[in-house]
C-alpha cells in the first residue's frame, strides 16, 4: 500500500473511531437525538444506539489489521452510505437538526455540507477497497504452480485452454 492509501485508511479509521467514542462519551445526547428524530421506541433507540457505535468501533479496528482491512473498507463505505442516507433525510425533514454525529463541539447538523462529506466517505472507502489486493498467493500460484505451460493446468483446464 502507498503512503497515501495508508494515509486514507487511517483517516478513515479515526473517523469512525472518534464518532463512536463521541458518541459513547455522550450518550444520554445521542439516545435523545435518535429518539427525537426516528419513529422508533426509547427502548428499541438506545439498542440501535449501541449497535451504531459497536459497528463503528468494529470496523475501525478492523482497518488497521492488514488481514481484513480491504473487508472492513467496504463495511466503512456500507456505513457512510447509511449515515448519508440518514444526514440527507434529516436535511429534508428537519433541516439543520441534530443528526447524532458528534457532541463533543456542539451537535452535528444535519446539512448538505454534512451530507457531502458522508458521500465523499463512501467514495474514499470504495476506492480504498478497490486498491487493496485480495489476501492469499495470485492466481496460479496456488500449490507451487507458477502459471504458463498448459501443462501446468490440472486436466480439466487444459480442456479449456
Do not use: Y
Not at 446539512?111 to 492466481?139: I, M, Y
Amino acid at each position: 500500500m502507498s503512503l497515501a492509501s495508508r494515509a486514507s485508511v487511517f483517516v478513515i479509521g479515526c473517523i469512525l473511531l472518534w464518532a463512536a467514542v463521541d458518541k459513547a462519551l455522550h450518550w444520554q445526547m445521542f439516545v435523545r437525538t435518535l429518539g427525537m428524530i426516528s419513529l422508533l421506541s426509547l427502548s428499541v433507540v438506545g439498542a440501535v444506539g449501541a449497535v451504531v457505535i459497536v459497528v463503528e468501533v468494529l470496523v475501525a479496528v478492523a482497518l488497521f489489521l492488514p488481514p481484513v482491512r480491504r473487508d472492513a473498507l467496504l463495511l466503512a463505505a456500507l456505513l457512510f452510505l447509511g449515515f448519508a442516507a440518514w444526514v440527507g433525510s434529516l436535511a429534508v425533514l428537519k433541516p439543520g437538526s441534530s443528526c447524532g454525529c458528534s457532541f463533543t463541539f456542539g451537535p452535528a447538523r444535519a446539512t448538505v455540507h454534512h451530507l457531502v462529506l458522508n458521500l465523499l466517505l463512501v467514495l474514499l472507502s470504495v476506492f480504498q477497497w478497490r486498491t487493496v489486493p485480495l489476501p492469499g498467493p495470485p492466481l496460479g500460484e496456488a500449490n507451487g504452480r507458477t502459471g504458463g505451460s498448459p501443462d501446468s493446468l490440472s486436466p480439466l483446464s487444459r480442456r479449456c485452454v
